[in-house]
């Protein structure tokens, strides 16, 4: 059981928008600790998505944004596309388990 | 551009001690924290913990009895030793550089190396 818990799968068709929910508690997001995404295309190593609750990286198209809001955080991805079929992970700190703490990934499928 | 590349061996007997090396090529391992993050069916994404070069580490407190990461600047490398390990370790083992700042409350991890998976099995 992950600490911050995200739904198994989510999917959706090309050029919708999906998104992906982060939920915590008062030891991890809820005091205000930032949520960072990660994308993990099939057999690679996770990559970094968003850093600091909504940046993008260099690189990173603007079809992604990150938002976090109380307990929770949340990936949207608009115009999807077959290329984004991955698993995807929010990561922040927990205070009460001294650490960084991941959710249990999301695998999203592109119908 | 930063480059990880994890190395060690991908079998490992149970009770014995697991070790990993990380070399980073396009970066100064003085420069940043580093990592170790793995990931397995079971427990998914875990972080085991990160080093600066001067030393100083944090561990994840569940690991932390078991778990000895060192820095070796002259190779720019570092490295991860997890001590009497189990089949519950069998995993695909991570480095990754540490962003955020000094402090653990901000950290996130870029970029990442491609993996080793370690198997514990006699």
């Known amino acids: 059981q992950s600490v911050l818990t995200q739904p198994p799968s989510v999917s959706g068709a090309p050029g919708q928008r999906v998104t992906i929910s982060c939920t915590g508690s008062?030891?991890?997001?809820?005091?205000?600790?930032?949520v960072h995404w990660y994308q993990q295309l099939p057999g690679t190593a996770p990559k970094l998505l968003i850093y600091?609750?909504?940046n993008r990286p260099s690189g990173v198209p603007d079809r992604f944004s990150g938002s976090k809001s109380g307990t929770s955080a949340s990936l949207a991805i608009t115009g999807l596309q077959a290329e984004d079929e991955a698993d995807y992970y929010c990561?922040?700190?927990?205070?009460?388990?001294?650490?960084?703490?991941f959710g249990g990934g999301t695998k999203l499928t592109v119908l | 551009q930063v480059q990880l590349q994890e190395s060690g061996p991908g079998l490992v007997k149970p009770s014995e001690t697991l070790s990993l090396t990380c070399t980073v090529s396009?970066?100064?391992?003085?420069?940043?924290?580093w990592s170790w993050i793995r990931q397995s069916a079971e427990k998914g994404l875990e972080w085991i913990g990160r080093?600066?070069?001067?030393?100083?580490?944090n561990y994840n407190p569940s690991l932390k009895s078991r778990v000895t990461m060192s820095v070796d600047t002259s190779k720019n490398q570092f490295s991860l030793k997890l001590s009497s390990v189990t089949a519950a370790d069998t995993a695909i083992y991570y480095c990754?550089?540490?962003?955020?700042?000094?402090?653990?409350?901000?950290?996130?991890?870029?970029?990442w190396g491609q993996g080793t998976l370690v198997t514990v099995s006699s």
């Open positions: 600091g609750n909504r």
């Open positions: 080093i600066y070069s001067s030393g100083s580490t």
């Open positions: 990754a550089r540490v962003s955020g700042g000094s402090s653990m409350l901000w950290n996130w991890f870029d970029p």
């Open positions: 990561q922040s700190y927990d205070s009460s388990l001294s650490g960084g703490v």
């Open positions: 008062s030891s991890n997001i809820g005091t205000g600790y930032d």
């Open positions: 396009g970066d100064s391992v003085s420069s940043y924290y």
